[in-house]
């Protein structure tokens, strides 16, 4: 495809979003062209069990070839590269700008995702990938029942996700990184209503072992033991390609859309974790499907 062409649409993430709106865009027979930076967190996801089709489970990495797979069956191309710049032009389409060149297109779909805030573990991967982190109680809550879980994360989003994991017959403690002194009273009672315990002193270390399960000493000299434990330090939502375009975004990064999944700026959508919504792929996918027919429907 070359550089000088006008795109229909230029997809700029190739993860779930991304790649969903590939196959869309080419089985509309629009000339589409998919830039991505390598970074997909479905890599990251050792066997998701929420996708539907799919009931034994499917290892990330599998499914991500899979969409990539028919992507590429519907003759759209990903070129591997990170965007740097996206301009919009006077004749209202835009050009989008990375080390290996430049891009015009008639539309922009934004599915630049986000990326987890981590802990510093020693082998964090391999952590993740036992099953003794974890990072998103929405995909896999359901396995820790019965188990010791902990969630690390301060005031308000800790809080939170330990009371949304608490919800899944397990037994929960909250890692509250010292700020327990933040919360609302009648928040910490609700907290302990639902069972969870509440470490005070803040983790001075935390080790995961094959054997030995998640160990957090304290700084206060106690050490405790997991099963799981559930970091809750946040995400960056990949939105500034958008907001120095003057899209607008919500207080936690994700970019405002309309029912059409457009951003405040008129031809720009946005779909997947960087768009307003749930962290998921299907949502993804949903995104990607009425973005990428909004923009059929423009052309
Ligand atoms: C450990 C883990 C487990 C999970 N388990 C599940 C699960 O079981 N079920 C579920 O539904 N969800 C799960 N999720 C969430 C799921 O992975 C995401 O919701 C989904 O991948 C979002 O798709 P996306 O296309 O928005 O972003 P991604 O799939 O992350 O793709 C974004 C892509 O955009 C690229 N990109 C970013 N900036 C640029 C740029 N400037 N230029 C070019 N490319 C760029 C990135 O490199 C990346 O390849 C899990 C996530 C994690 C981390």
């Not at 308000?156 to 509250?176: M, Q, R, Y």
Request: net charge negative; proline share 4%; glycine share 12%.
């Amino acid at each position: 495809m070359s550089q000088d062409e006008i795109l229909d649409c230029l997809v700029i993430g190739g993860g779930a979003a991304g790649l969903t709106a590939a196959v869309y865009l080419g089985r509309y027979r629009r000339r589409a062209l998919v830039l991505d930076a390598g970074g997909s967190r479905l890599a990251k996801i050792p066997r998701t069990r929420n996708v539907p089709g799919f009931p034994e489970g499917i290892e990330g990495p599998e499914l991500l070839r899979r969409m990539q797979e028919h992507a590429r069956i519907y003759g759209v191309p990903t070129t591997h590269t990170e965007v740097r710049r996206i301009e919009k032009l006077e004749d209202g389409s835009f050009r989008a700008e990375s080390d290996r060149g430049q891009w015009r297109a008639r539309f922009v779909l934004l599915a630049t995702g986000a990326r987890d805030v981590e802990p510093e573990i020693d082998g964090l991967h391999e952590a993740m990938q036992a099953g003794q982190v974890r990072f998103c109680p929405v995909c896999d809550g359901f396995e820790t029942q019965g188990q010791r879980v902990a969630v690390l994360g301060r005031a308000g989003h800790g809080l939170h996700e330990s009371l949304f994991i608490s919800g899944f017959g397990n037994e929960v403690t909250w890692l509250a990184m010292a700020t327990q002194e933040e919360v609302d009273p009648r928040e910490l009672a609700r907290l302990r209503d639902a069972g969870v315990r509440l470490a005070d002193s803040p983790p001075h270390r935390i080790d995961c072992g094959v054997d030995c399960g998640v160990r957090v000493a304290l700084q206060d000299g106690q050490v405790l033991e997991f099963d799981t434990l559930y970091p809750a330090l946040g995400l960056h939502h990949a939105c500034d390609l958008a907001t120095r375009l003057g899209a607008r975004s919500c207080p936690d990064g994700q970019l405002e859309v309309d029912v059409h999944q457009q951003t405040t700026v008129d031809g720009l959508y946005a779909a997947g974790d960087v768009a307003m919504d749930l962290n998921q792929i299907s949502v993804a996918a949903g995104h990607a499907a009425i973005a990428s027919t909004a923009i059929h429907n423009r052309l």
